[in-house]
């Protein structure tokens, strides 16, 4: 008689545990959106394409340090202007990792165009060729809004009053911020090279935005081209998660504190798992043993 598969399951169990973990912790790659120029560039020495590799790599290289960079490379008609952001809670490691992914999607998904913008949960890239007609900073480039619209009153009032919070710190925090307020979670952030009052018009921009255009969804993202925000809506109170997530639920120390104890209480009660599972088939080949 063939053994029971509790101890199959064990292993099926901590097999889908480590590929939910690596999922989760590959959110901030994610695809929002992209956005390709109509105009391809004629190259037929293969200068634009020297231009756009020297820049991708340096590019790459820097996000190993910094969550902003801007920079320029070629000369004349070959000029081309580029720069990456990471989300300000995204560590420098996810940085990079994020960042790195960027130079074969935007070849992959715009191929060679005189500009480019690629954007992840975590990161984006944008690229200009010399001569590239320039867009408001207010220009709205994406929208996504939740299909589920909030029940009861007071919701309204509850997310403006966290919108005024996120527009008054992404000033006081210098391009970034992120919070919860009342079960709502909300995040702000501009270009790296935004002034601070600038940064909060951009903000209050997009909020209004968010109001107009998504109205009672729970949750909405607002892309201008100056910066962006985010928001959703927690009934039974935010969540946390890492800041490797989509969405980081935690800011400041807190959230470094709540990633601790999550790795260690999930670590524990992974361990505590295994060490049941082993003893369980143990005991199953105990007693095959005795017959």
């Known amino acids: 008689?063939?053994?029971?598969?509790?101890?199959?399951?064990c292993f099926l169990f901590l097999s889908l545990l480590s590929v939910n973990l690596s999922?989760?912790?590959?959110?901030?790659?994610?695809l929002v959106y992209k956005g390709c120029a109509k105009q391809a560039f004629q190259d037929p020495t293969g200068v634009y394409s020297q231009a756009i590799s020297a820049l991708f790599g340096?590019?790459?290289?820097?996000?190993?340090?910094?969550k902003?960079?801007?920079?320029?490379?070629?000369?004349?008609?070959?000029?081309?202007t580029g720069l990456f952001q990471c989300r300000g809670d995204l560590s420098n490691t996810d940085c990079y990792?994020?960042?790195?992914?960027?130079?074969?999607?935007?070849?992959?998904?715009?191929?060679?165009?005189i500009a480019a913008r690629i954007q992840l949960y975590g990161c984006y890239i944008l690229y200009e060729v010399a001569g590239f007609t320039q867009v408001s900073g207010m220009e709205m480039l994406y929208k996504t809004c939740g299909a589920t619209n909030a029940a009861g009153s007071g919701f309204e009032e509850r997310r403006d009053t966290a919108f005024s919070v996120m527009q008054n710190g992404v000033v006081s925090g210098h391009g970034f911020y992120a919070t919860n307020y009342q079960s709502m979670y909300v995040l702000g952030q501009c270009e790296g090279d935004v002034g601070d009052s600038d940064c909060g018009?951009?903000?209050?921009?997009?909020?209004?935005?968010a109001q107009v255009e998504?109205?009672?969804?729970?949750?909405?993202?607002?892309?201008?081209?100056?910066?962006?925000i985010s928001y959703s809506y927690y009934p039974n109170g935010v969540p946390r998660r890492s800041s490797s997530s989509s969405d980081s639920f935690s800011s400041g120390t807190g959230q470094k504190t709540g990633k601790t104890v999550a790795i260690i209480v999930?670590?524990?009660?992974?361990?505590?798992?295994?060490?049941?599972?082993?003893?369980?088939a143990r005991s199953l080949m105990k007693k095959h043993d005795d017959f």
């Open 1 to 9: 008689m063939g053994f029971p598969s509790k101890p199959f399951s």
């Open 23 to 30: 999922q989760s912790a590959l959110d901030y790659s994610t």
């Open 58 to 66: 340096s590019l790459v290289s820097q996000s190993t340090k910094t």
């Open 68 to 80: 902003f960079f801007k920079t320029t490379t070629g000369t004349g008609q070959t000029t081309i």
């Open 97 to 113: 990792n994020c960042v790195s992914k960027l130079p074969v999607l935007t070849d992959k998904l715009c191929g060679k165009t």
């Open 201 to 209: 018009d951009c903000v209050k921009t997009a909020v209004q935005r």
């Open 214 to 228: 998504c109205g009672n969804s729970i949750s909405g993202q607002i892309y201008l081209h100056k910066c962006f």
């Open 266 to 280: 999930g670590g524990a009660a992974g361990v505590g798992f295994v060490v049941i599972c082993l003893l369980f």
